[in-house]
């Protein structure tokens, strides 16, 4: 008895474990880049693996591009719902970039320094959250008057949209 769950813990905790590539290969890149820096900070200044450097590049490079083009999408439709969202993905690029500019430089054993997009709209963060502050403050607004006149309290205690 007491094997056979020894057994099953360990092929839990092997089956919990995956390789950044299994997160990029799933297009969970920030996950991925969390999992590259963790390998790349095990290793010593200069003598980082190459392997781990060109798959933090590429986990990098994907989920820039893949948040740029739904920040642009996001901005082409223009709703005033969508600002939530687009302030998320703000904050999850400026995350994603301050966390590799903390690592420092990056250069591999044989002189391979891998390139980083960095997203520079990422100064309208600003203005976005001015416009998300406004947008939750005219919903919360909407929600009350909606209390106010039916006497309900279920509207005003309902969930804001997505700011997690």
Excluded at 44 to 73: C, H, I, T, V
Excluded at 74 to 89: D, F, H, Q, Y
Excluded at 92 to 103: G, T
Excluded at 142 to 163: F, H, N, V, Y
């Amino acid at each position: 008895m007491k094997i056979s769950t020894l057994l099953f813990l360990v092929f839990c905790a092997l089956a919990a474990c995956h390789s950044p590539e299994y997160f990029v290969q799933k297009g969970d890149y920030d996950r991925a880049i969390e999992l590259y820096s963790s390998n790349i900070g095990d290793q010593r200044n200069g003598r980082q693996s190459k392997k781990d450097l060109l798959g933090l590049e590429s986990a990098f490079g994907l989920a820039q591009r893949r948040d740029s083009a739904e920040l642009a999408l996001l901005g082409e439709v223009a709703l005033s719902e969508n600002w939530p969202r687009i302030n998320k993905i703000h904050r999850q690029i400026q995350a994603r970039q301050q966390k590799l500019s903390a690592h420092g430089s990056f250069k591999s054993k044989k002189g391979f320094v891998p390139t980083f997009t960095q997203i520079e709209t990422i100064d309208s963060l600003e203005a976005d959250s001015r416009r998300l502050a406004a947008y939750l403050y005219n919903h919360a607004q909407g929600l009350l008057a909606i209390t106010d006149s039916t006497g309900q309290r279920q509207p005003a205690r309902r969930c804001l949209p997505c700011i997690a």
